[in-house]
């Protein structure tokens, strides 16, 4: 029973959140909404309301509450027999900012369902909660495919070097390309001596992956690591089916002032996607030898004015 005593303004509407009818309720609960970051109580009441039209309006108020009671009636609402309701506890639960709700999630994370534990590890996610590395590390094994891709999440943020020897072993191996898409980009934050040796290998191996998306993120994270040995890699993605996959690989070798990309990229001059000319025209400026000047003199003949621009820049 609640028995707070409440603002005014809001004290009127409170016999209505125990009315018979729930639509009284429902409308109610909105019209207090404003109010759930300083009484979330009542909005905890409302998840555990017989209608699920209240249980969706308390969730939805309750987005982003670190209230330890309102993140644990969120994980709750996880679990609930209607889906918008499931749905929006989620959206809630990744939306919390404030490390005060991380205890609660890091207690619920342990025995919960499937559903749920993604839920929590999305809620875990923008809090970069350090005690948060061990479960989501072993969470990276889990058989529910959308529990390891938000455990893939949380370690992204939290950025620990620890964890990039399994992001890299998901980027190359997990059998879901939407894990191996985000695993290959988590492991951008890898940096420096102390890089496993397992890093670039997973990435080049992710460039080859069946699914594009894979290989343009894999791409674009050897684009801010740019290592050497990455070349050779690359210059093969210069070929690739995915005009997205050979405009990333173009700024990278462009990046690396690699000259034997010069014959990829001449040839990525004539391609019908003007964002890939324009990125090949690029990467031809920079790396700057004989063969690349010539071919962005061609290119000053381009249909689109920001390839000609691009060329023109760099002739002087």
Request: hydrophobic share 50%; aromatic share 2%.
């Amino acid at each position: 029973m609640i028995t707070t005593s409440y603002d005014p303004a809001i004290a009127t509407l409170l016999p209505q959140l125990t009315h018979a009818d729930p639509a009284v309720r429902r409308i109610a609960l909105i019209g207090i909404a404003d109010y759930a970051d300083e009484y979330p109580e009542l909005f905890v009441e409302g998840s555990r309301d017989a209608d699920a039209g209240v249980r969706l309006e308390a969730a939805r108020a309750l987005e982003g509450s670190a209230d330890a009671g309102a993140v644990d009636a969120l994980v709750d609402l996880l679990g609930d027999d209607d889906a918008r309701v499931r749905e929006a506890a989620a959206v809630s639960l990744a939306e919390i900012q404030d490390a005060a709700a991380a205890p609660v999630l890091l207690r619920r994370l342990a025995g919960a369902a499937p559903d749920a534990r993604a839920g929590i590890l999305a809620g875990l996610r923008k809090l970069r909660h350090a005690p948060a590395l061990a479960p989501a590390l072993a969470s990276l094994d889990d058989a529910a495919a959308a529990v390891r891709r938000e455990a893939v999440g949380v370690l992204g943020y939290l950025k620990d070097a620890r964890a990039l020897p399994q992001l890299a072993r998901r980027a190359a191996e997990d059998p879901e390309a939407s894990i191996r898409q985000a695993a290959a980009g988590a492991l951008a934050y890898a940096s420096g001596d102390a890089v496993p040796d397992t890093v670039v290998p997973a990435l080049l191996r992710a460039l080859r992956d069946p699914d594009w998306q894979v290989r343009q993120e894999a791409a674009v994270t050897l684009g801010k690591l740019q290592p050497p040995e990455a070349v050779d890699g690359l210059l093969a993605a210069l070929a690739d089916t995915a005009w997205e996959v050979r405009l990333q690989a173009a700024r990278v070798l462009g990046l690396l002032r690699e000259a034997r990309a010069v014959p990829g990229l001449v040839d990525a001059l004539g391609h019908p996607v003007v964002n890939l000319r324009k990125e090949a025209a690029g990467a031809l400026g920079v790396i700057g030898n004989r063969a690349a000047l010539a071919a962005l003199t061609a290119a000053l003949d381009d249909p689109d004015v920001d390839v000609r621009k691009t060329a023109a820049r760099y002739l002087g």
